[in-house]
């Protein structure tokens, strides 16, 4: 479980949880939770994209992932 990486929205800044039960794949349903319920004015465009696009395509310009730094113990 990766624990050094986040998911930061890009409309908010709100920080998500990057843990991946898939390699390199997002777990979807905390995303679209989260842009559904706090952004519904931006969540309508973006489901309809998923229907002709990849959902990962859409997320990359929802939420950008971040490296955390490194803290000792």
Avoid: N
């Avoid at 890009?10 to 998500?16: A, E, K, V």
């Avoid at 969540?43 to 000792?72: N, S």
Wanted: charged share 25%.
């Amino acid at each position: 479980m990766a624990t050094d990486r986040q998911y930061r929205c890009r409309y908010c800044g709100y920080f998500l949880p990057a843990w991946l039960p898939v390699a390199k794949r997002p777990e979807s349903a905390m995303l679209l939770h989260h842009l559904g319920v706090m952004h519904p004015a931006e969540a309508g465009p973006c489901f309809k994209r998923m229907e002709t696009e990849k959902i990962d395509a859409v997320f990359r310009e929802v939420y950008k992932v971040v490296d955390l730094p490194e803290v000792e113990l």
